[in-house]
Nanobody
Framework: QLQLVESGGGLVQPGGSLRLSCAAS????????MGWYRQAPGNQRELVAS???????NYADSVKGRFTISRDNAKNTMYLQMNTLKPEDTAVYYC?????????????WGQGTQVTVSS
């Protein structure tokens, strides 16, 4: 099975930047879709951005123009560059990977990393 390890979270001031990384390991060589989700206290977990193996991306409206998702298939690593951070971005960020091992689909989550945006 697939394992996901996240890094890069921390405390940053409003307007600052952070870069999150998610490294995938295991016997799976091709992951169909990877994405970043976040969950703030009292809120539902929401999709922040996703990227397919072909490089197609999707962003939540709240982060468009500020966040950039990327993926290095050779390294099995996904990144989230977060710029112009706002206090509303404060949340636990989770890495997610979806992949197919016929005949089943699999969905794996990372442990989450805290991002805090505060002055």
């Amino acid at each position: 099975q697939l394992q996901l390890v996240e890094s890069g979270g921390g405390l940053v001031q409003p307007g600052g930047s952070l870069r999150l990384s998610c490294a995938a390991s295991g016997s799976i060589f091709l992951i169909a879709t990877m994405g970043w989700y976040r969950q703030a206290p009292g809120n539902q977990r929401e999709l922040v951005a996703s990227i397919t193996s072909g490089g197609s991306t999707n962003y939540a409206d709240s982060v468009k123009g500020r966040f950039t998702i990327s993926r290095d298939n050779a390294k099995n690593t996904m990144y989230l560059q977060m710029n112009t951070l706002k206090p509303e971005d404060t949340a636990v960020y989770y890495c997610n990977a979806q992949y197919l091992v016929p005949p089943r689909n699999y969905n794996t989550w990372g442990q989450g990393t805290q991002v805090t945006v505060s002055s």
